[in-house]
């Protein structure tokens, strides 16, 4: 609030002396609400970014979650506060979708009404791990997105598997087979290159949104990297390391950071139906 400075005036005006007091106004405008507003999914946290309001007197942000939707039935909670445009919600549940809301404080005090986005995030796990050449063994070549760990290539519970043959790194997803004839794929697809695994923050929806035909990917260092699971989860992963001792002989392991989405049918990292299914290898095509 903005101090109140009384002025006095004297004259002297035909042997009268008089005095008046006034007053600067009170700033009672608040800001105008943020934009902007958008998140980035993580491992037990969001983290929240928006665009800088452009009144000179904004002092800072407050930040506000709820666990539904906007309304009177479901209230946004205050949980910070920055004078930055950048936030990081953190103590999250994975697999809980939590919605965020920005408004804007000025020096004053004023507060602006809440963003105008309906943002929301479900956390999800994340890590690292390396995964061996099939080629080499069937030991620890398969990834279990559910159970984030290392599995044989041929496991029931493999999601993917890597193989190297020398002369290109590939990943496999698996195939799961529920009933004769009725084949359910793990589907995979490239991202391309991005600097961080979190570029990635949704995945694309439907049957043909790009999924490999042949469900095999070739791995480049620093690409990323979507898999859509039989039973509707959602997952990526980053190359960050092929490790090729002898040139021209196949790798021993990949190096990735992989994030798994535990909301199924939640494409933040539609609804594809629940299967109960065991699973079986793809017939191994190398690209080339």
């Known amino acids: 609030m903005r ?3 009384p002025i006095l005036l004297a004259a002297t005006v035909a042997g009268v002396a008089g005095c008046n007091d006034s007053s600067s106004p009170r700033d009672v405008t608040p800001p105008a609400a943020p934009r902007g507003l958008f998140s980035v999914t993580g491992d037990h946290e969001a983290t929240l970014s928006w665009l800088a309001n452009t009144e000179g007197d904004v002092a800072g942000y407050r930040v506000y979650e709820a666990p539904c939707a906007s309304g009177s039935s479901c209230p946004y909670d205050r949980i910070g506060a920055t004078a930055a445009t ?3 919600a953190t103590g999250l549940s994975n697999g809980v979708t939590r919605y965020f809301a920005i408004s804007a404080v000025d020096q004053a005090g004023n507060e602006s009404p809440l963003s105008y986005e309906d943002v929301y995030d479900t956390p999800r796990p994340a890590g690292t791990t390396t ?3 099939f080629v080499n063994g069937f030991a620890g070549s398969g990834w279990d ?3 984030f760990a290392n599995v044989a290539a041929d496991s029931p519970n493999a999601d993917i598997f890597f193989g190297d043959n020398g002369n290109v790194s590939q990943m496999f997803a698996t195939l799961h087979v529920p009933a004769p004839g009725d084949t359910i794929p793990n589907d995979i ?3 391309g290159y991005a600097s961080s695994l979190d570029a ?3 995945s694309p929806e439907g049957l043909d949104a790009g999924w490999a035909p042949t469900g095999t990917v070739e791995l480049i260092q620093g690409h990323c990297y979507i898999v859509w699971t039989w039973d509707n989860h959602y997952a990526k992963f980053r190359v ?3 490790t090729r001792p002898i040139p021209g002989q196949p790798a021993t392991l990949v190096r990735v ?6 909301a199924a049918g939640n494409n933040e990292l539609r609804a594809r139906p629940v299967h109960t299914a065991v699973n079986s290898r793809r017939t191994v095509a190398w690209l080339r």
């Open 257 to 262: 950071e992989w994030a798994y989405q535990t």
């Open 131 to 133: 995964i061996n050449n």
């Open 240 to 242: 960050t390391g092929i």
């Open 145 to 147: 997105f559910s159970a």
């Open 3 to 5: 101090r109140l400075i």
């Open 200 to 202: 990635v923050d949704f």
């Open 189 to 191: 697809q490239d991202a």
């Open 86 to 88: 950048q936030f990081v």
